[in-house]
C-alpha cells in the first residue's frame, strides 16, 4: 500500500520552447518526479491539455492552471490516502476531474501525477521502472522495442514545404538498440550532405529533430531518404526500411486530400499510398488517411495490410472506443500508443491490451513537445512494444530516451524484438 505525502508541481519548457507540466510525488517512503509531454499533430478525440489561455504569456499556452489544479485540488484530495495498485490511483483521478475529456483538471495535470506516482510506486519496491511498468500490464519484459527514427520532416513538424510530417528509418537488420543507432548515425550523415548539396542548405532541423530542405514533392523527400540510406553503404528494404507519417488529417477538407498539387479522393488517396509501397522500401503508414475517414481505413488496411502497419495515431487517440471500433470495422493493424493522448496510464495499459487482443503491433510514441524525462524508453520496453518512435538522434530530448534504452540494453542483455 502506497500512501500519498504530498504532490507539487511546476510549470517548465518542453524542447519546442513552449510551456508542460512536472509533478512530484512524495510516498511515505520514496519521492519522485515526471514531466509530461504535448503535442503539435493532435488528434480532436484527445485528452484536454489544460492551458491558460492568457495571450500574454507565451501567447495563451501556459500551464500555470494545470500546476495549480496539482499543487490545490489533487493534492488536497490524495494527500494521505492509501492505494494499492496504479489503476486506483488514476480511477480516483478521473472521478475527481468528472468530465470526458479531462478538461476541468487538464490532462496534463492528471497525467504527470499517473506518472510521478509510478515512478514513486517504482523506488518504493526497488525495482526498475521498466519492470514496474511490466507489472502493470501482466507482462515480463523478453525484446527491446524497435527503433522508428526521424529523418526527414514536414507538415506541422516543420515549415511545410511538404504536407506529410516524417519519413523515418528502421533499422531492419541490427541486433542491438546499439546497431540500430550506429546505422542510423550513418544515414543522418549520408542525409545531411544530400541537404548540403542538392538544396543548398544547412541542415536545419524539425520539432523532432528531423531535417526540413526545401523538398520538391513528398516522392522526393522519400527518395532522398532512400539515396541516404544507399550512400551510407546500406542496402533499402535489407538494412534500413522506411516509416512514413502522412498526418493526413492536416491536408484533407470536404472528402478532397491535398497532397502536393494533386486533389484525391479517399480511393485515389489509397492508390497512392499503394503505388509509394510499391515503389519504396515502406514496412509503415502513420495516418495515411484522415481521422474520420472511417470507410476509406478500413480499404486502405484491407487493400495494403498486408504489406505494412497501418498505424493510427489521429485517427484512434490511444482510446480504447476508438480502438474498439477500428477493430470491429478492421480499420488497422497497429497502433501507436501515447500516453498523453488519453491521460493515465492506466486507460493506456486499457488500450494496449485491447491492440494486443486483437494482434495488433503496437509502436510507443513520444510527441513532438518532449522534455528530458526518459519514462518513455521504460514504458516502451515494460509494454512490450514492437517499436518506440522518439525522433531524430539529434536533440537532447530524444537521446535522453535512446540513451536509456542503451542502459536497459546493457543492463538486462535482452534482445530487439523479432520483426513480424
Not at 523532432?208 to 540510406?229: H, N, T, W
Amino acid at each position: 500500500m502506497s500512501v500519498i505525502k504530498s504532490l507539487s508541481a511546476l510549470e517548465i519548457l518542453d524542447s519546442r520552447g513552449r510551456p508542460t507540466v512536472q509533478v512530484n510525488c512524495s510516498l511515505a517512503s520514496a519521492t519522485a518526479t515526471a514531466s509530461v509531454p504535448s503535442g503539435a499533430s493532435t488528434g480532436k478525440a484527445e485528452a484536454l491539455e489544460l492551458r491558460d489561455g492568457d495571450v500574454t504569456r507565451y501567447g495563451g499556452l501556459g500551464c500555470q492552471k494545470a500546476v495549480d489544479n496539482v499543487a490545490t485540488i489533487i493534492n488536497g484530495a490524495l494527500t494521505g490516502k492509501p492505494f494499492e495498485t496504479q489503476a486506483e490511483l488514476d480511477r480516483f483521478l478521473l472521478e475527481l476531474d468528472g468530465t470526458d475529456n479531462k478538461s476541468s483538471l487538464g490532462a496534463n495535470a492528471i497525467l504527470g501525477v499517473s506518472l510521478a506516482f509510478a515512478r514513486a510506486q517504482a523506488r518504493e519496491k526497488k525495482l526498475p521502472l521498466y519492470e514496474h511498468f511490466s507489472n502493470l500490464v501482466g507482462e515480463r519484459p523478453q525484446y527491446l522495442p524497435r527503433l522508428t527514427i526521424n529523418l526527414f520532416s514536414g507538415g506541422k513538424h516543420a515549415g511545410g514545404q511538404v504536407v506529410i510530417q516524417d519519413v523515418l528509418l528502421v533499422p531492419v537488420s541490427a541486433t542491438t538498440i546499439a546497431d540500430s543507432l550506429a546505422m542510423t548515425y550513418a544515414v543522418v550523415q549520408s542525409a545531411t550532405e544530400i541537404v548540403k548539396t542538392k538544396y543548398e542548405s544547412r541542415p536545419l532541423k524539425a520539432d523532432e529533430g528531423g531535417l526540413a530542405p526545401a523538398f520538391a514533392s513528398e516522392e522526393a523527400m522519400i527518395e532522398d531518404a532512400v539515396k541516404a540510406i544507399e550512400n551510407a553503404g546500406l542496402i533499402p528494404g535489407k538494412d534500413v526500411s522506411l516509416a512514413i507519417d502522412v498526418a493526413s488529417s492536416h491536408f484533407y477538407g470536404n472528402n478532397v486530400y491535398e497532397l502536393g498539387n494533386a486533389h484525391l479522393s479517399g480511393d485515389e488517396m489509397v492508390s497512392r499510398l499503394e503505388t509509394w509501397l510499391d515503389d519504396y522500401p515502406i514496412i509503415s503508414l502513420e495516418d495515411g488517411l484522415a481521422e474520420e475517414d472511417w470507410t476509406h481505413w478500413a480499404k486502405l488496411n484491407a487493400k495494403l495490410g498486408e504489406k505494412s502497419l497501418i498505424l493510427g495515431d489521429d485517427f484512434l487517440c490511444t482510446n480504447p472506443e476508438r480502438i474498439k471500433r477500428a477493430t470491429d470495422s478492421k480499420a488497422a493493424n497497429a497502433l501507436l500508443l501515447k500516453v498523453n493522448q488519453i491521460g493515465t496510464l492506466t486507460e493506456a495499459a486499457e488500450a494496449l491490451k485491447l491492440a494486443r487482443k486483437n494482434n495488433w503491433q503496437v509502436v510507443v510514441s513520444a510527441r513532438s513537445g518532449e522534455t528530458e524525462d526518459n519514462w518513455l524508453a521504460d514504458l516502451a520496453t515494460g509494454w512490450q512494444g514492437d517499436f518506440i518512435k522518439v525522433g531524430s538522434i539529434q536533440q537532447s530530448e530524444r537521446l535522453a530516451k535512446y540513451n536509456r534504452l542503451l542502459a536497459i540494453e546493457a543492463e538486462t542483455g535482452l534482445e530487439l524484438k523479432p520483426l513480424q
